[in-house]
């Protein structure tokens, strides 16, 4: 039996309702508990703001294209070496740092959770293989189903049974969480050099159109009961006037599930741009952030721009091979045979910049306009729009007014006329970062009942103390102080176990990986369909049998079972 | 000036990799110690050479490195060095001179592969023959040397000058596939016979004094010169390089 008790911690939980109470916290085998002995371990939080672990509900770490950005840019893998030391491995890269880089930086600023944005079904071992060696946050998968023809077929027929036996039956065997859509339809476009610009343009080959997907997704998703909703990408990322495509895929769902949104649109600053060319783009935050505001039934991300290197990678194909044209410099490209694609191409964001600078305001307006912080989650995309390193800043510019007004004079100037950042007085509470950081994204991805993003009797004792006492600091005035205490926690803990403390490693323990197991009813087993059988064998370039993720990539799988209606 | 003798000792394990990129001349200015890598374990320079220091200066422009013994597995010698001398008695391995800024490096045998790789300055000699990379870019980078000048007595290996941005490359003998693959500027010079020679190259000047086997078809036949074929491409790329060709081997696609 192994004990901690937490004592004089500042809570804030906001799935429980605490509000910032200095409470004890006690803890037995890596749950929450009601009491524990007067023998153990006792950890003093000495007033510190103590929130449960961090959940990152979008960001890029483990996989094929993660690891195509460390291939192809020896500079980033010189920078940001660590030696082995204590407890923790040698690390290396800053922007796609290695699996350990990442989960240890990420440790260290409290997050003990981690779902990562893409994994394309053929390619799935390569990220449980590097799930497995990030030791120090539980993981999960979003699926690719953008491009993948058994979808489409089903699409096409308009039927959702048939939709969602092929979503249940991929998840299950890749071992996945959720369904992704990134450019439904234009990335298979992009395998026959074309893109579509919206989302009622038809699939070249196939009589379906974008929306078409994801609403038969979105259906499919709910049918099936899964945990998370469709997880999107719209199309048109980073297209001058794309806005517009953004507010129609808005429109689309209906709210369709009472414990959580039916769409989550994921870094939503790519798909706020308004004007009609990178002269004359301006932000249309305002007009998203409306529509947002009028649909509990979804949820949005961030996707925040911070200036500084970083390396851009997406299953979008086509947006990756525009930005090549821009560069010119290095440019992964990648097809998925029937299911997706991929693009990868480093970039440096730039202050002097204005396109660069609107992007950067853009995404701190649609965390200061959307009014529901559970409907707005902080992330950039990690490492889209800045390396997640970068979390804190964007922690103390949504808190700080005066920080950043600072920012803004930095900036290029066009971004103040251009967007409507400097007449935003907004500051984010620490409540509200609470919700944008973990018990938003707890709710978002349907994993309170696993005992993720709270602290509620049986939770996993997934904890962050962070060295700031909040009735004792003023966020708008000492949001250096506020980014520090974010940037290193006093101590993280994982399943009842002090992982990180003072930014070093502690120990690591034994992750999980949640997937989802969909239970189909035999009638709609699609291994017991000829026609789905015959055409995988025809025109996938491995078996059947072969594309099964064996149970030994997922050792400490959680296996999260779900039934249809 | 001053001299620095540093003598391999036996070795246990001397097919184990021995990082070295501290054995630049501005290091041994002063007398602070230095550390190698032996595969896993971390060594003092002393632990692993003999090193013998005479005379005394305080600018790096007036040292000699002489490295002796068996040096052939000894990596990153003179990375990133910006002035002084390193002269190899044997064999050097990998990545001897990486991002070398200035100075010179004399090898009187072999060198291991990546001989040079984006270096910027400076120059390097080789009396014998150099591995696969010399001159080339690293995996995964754009541009490989930029300036400064390589001198092979011997032969080279493959990827010769791969990404090769500025600066000069000359080999007296063979080289192996792929030399200037993805060239975009500088000189490469080989006297002997290459294969498959300047892949997708943009801009500078490729020489080839001996045969060209396997010659791509992408390259455009502009003229003669100094009794060599004047070859301009490739232009599967638009590229606007130059590719001078002493023989192209019969049966090749472009004759
Ligand atoms: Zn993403």
């Known amino acids: 039996m192994h004990e901690i008790l937490i004592k004089n911690a500042f809570v804030i939980d906001p799935i429980q309702g605490i509000h910032g109470d200095i409470m004890d916290i006690s803890v037995r085998d890596g749950r929450i508990v009601d009491k524990v002995s007067g023998t153990c371990e006792v950890i003093d939080a000495g007033g510190n703001l103590t929130l449960p672990g961090g959940i990152d509900s979008h960001t890029h770490v483990c996989g094929t294209k993660v690891n195509f950005g460390r291939y192809m840019s020896p500079e980033d893998m010189r920078a940001g070496r660590t030696p082995r030391r204590g407890a923790m491995y040698h690390t290396s890269g800053y922007t796609v740092p290695t699996t350990y880089g990442n989960s240890y930086r990420y440790s260290k600023m409290g997050y003990t959770t981690l779902l990562e944005g893409a994994m394309a079904p053929m390619e799935a071992r390569h990220t449980h293989e590097e799930f497995a060696a990030t030791p120090m946050q539980d993981m999960l998968a979003n699926t690719l189903f953008d491009g993948n023809w058994n979808l489409f077929e089903a699409v096409g027929d308009k039927d959702i049974r048939q939709a969602a036996a092929v979503i249940g039956w991929t998840l299950s065997a890749v071992r996945g969480f959720g369904v992704k859509l990134t450019n439904p339809g234009g990335t298979e476009a992009w395998g026959f050099g074309d893109d579509l610009s919206s989302i009622d343009e038809t699939v070249p080959n196939w009589d379906i159109t974008p929306r078409d997907i994801i609403d038969t997704s979105i259906k499919a998703c709910e049918f099936l009961h899964l945990p998370h909703s469709v997880h999107l990408h719209c199309n048109n990322l980073g297209m001058p006037g794309n806005y517009r495509t953004t507010l129609q895929t808005l429109d689309i769902p209906s709210d369709l599930n009472p414990d959580r949104q039916t769409l989550y649109l994921t870094h939503v600053q790519f798909h706020s741009y308004g004007g009609s060319t990178w002269g004359d783009i301006s932000s249309e935050a305002e007009k998203v952030a409306s529509s947002v505001n009028t649909k509990p039934q979804v949820v949005i991300d961030m996707g925040q721009v911070m200036f500084g290197r970083t390396m851009t990678m997406t299953a979008d194909g086509p947006m990756e091979f525009r930005l090549y044209t821009l560069h010119h410099n290095k440019w992964s490209n990648h097809d998925v045979e029937l299911e997706t694609g991929s693009g990868v191409i480093p970039v440096y964001y730039s202050r002097k910049s204005p396109v660069n600078s609107i992007m950067w305001a853009i995404g701190l307006e649609l965390a200061l306009l959307v009014k529901n912080p559970w409907q707005c989650m902080l992330t950039t995309d990690n490492p889209n729009g800045a390396p997640f390193v970068k979390y804190p800043e964007i922690i103390g510019l949504l808190m700080s007014n005066l920080y950043r007004e600072k920012e803004l004079d930095q900036v290029h100037k066009l971004t103040t006329d251009r967007t409507s950042l400097g007449t935003i007085d907004r500051e984010l509470s620490f409540e509200d970062i609470a919700v944008m950081t973990r018990a938003g994204q707890a709710k978002a991805l349907g994993i309170i009942d696993q005992g993720k993003g709270h602290l509620k009797e049986g939770a996993l004792a997934d904890i962050a103390i962070y060295p700031v006492k909040p009735d004792q600091t003023d966020p708008s005035l000492q949001y250096e102080e506020v980014i520090g205490a974010f940037q290193q926690t006093l101590y993280t803990l994982k399943d009842g176990f002090v992982v990180n403390r003072d930014g070093e490693v502690i120990r690591g323990i034994p992750n999980r990986t949640f997937w989802v197991n969909a239970n189909l009813p035999d009638d709609m087993d699609v291994m017991k369909s000829p026609r789905f059988v015959e055409k995988f064998s025809r025109y996938y370039s491995v078996d059947l049998e072969n594309y099964m993720v064996q149970d030994d990539y997922v050792e400490r799988g959680i296996e999260m079972n779900t039934h249809v209606a | ?255």
């Open chain 2, 1 to 255: 000036m001053m001299q620095v003798t540093l003598t391999m000792k036996p070795r246990a394990k001397p097919f184990l990799p021995i990082e070295a990129e501290m054995i630049v001349p501005m290091n041994f200015i002063g007398s602070r110690e230095l550390f190698v890598w032996e595969g896993n374990k971390k060594r003092r320079l002393e632990d692993v050479f003999t090193v013998r220091k005479e005379g005394n200066v305080n600018s790096p422009e007036n040292i000699v490195v002489i490295l002796r013994g068996d040096t052939g597995r000894v990596k990153r010698v003179g990375e990133y060095m910006s002035s002084g001398i390193i002269t190899i008695e044997g064999d050097i391995g990998m990545h001897c001179g990486n991002f070398m800024r200035g100075g010179n490096i004399v090898i009187h045998g072999n060198a291991d592969g990546w001989l040079g790789r984006e270096m910027r300055a400076g120059s390097i000699l080789c009396h014998g023959n150099a591995g696969d990379y010399c001159g080339s870019g690293y995996r995964g980078e754009k541009r490989g040397m930029r300036g400064g000048k390589i001198e092979i007595m011997g032969d080279a290996g493959d990827y010769l000058g791969e990404y090769l941005t500025g600066g000069e490359i000359h080999v007296h003998g063979n080289a192996g596939m792929f030399a200037g693959a993805e060239m975009r500027g500088g000189t490469l010079k080989i006297d002997g016979d290459v294969r498959i020679p300047a892949a997708n190259m943009s801009k500078g000047t490729c020489i080839i004094g001996g045969v060209a086997h396997e010659m791509l078809p992408t390259f455009e036949k502009t003229g003669e010169k100094n009794g060599m074929v004047v070859f301009h491409g490739d232009v599967a790329n638009k590229g606007k390089g130059e590719l001078m060709i002493r023989q192209v081997q019969e049966n090749s696609a472009l004759q």
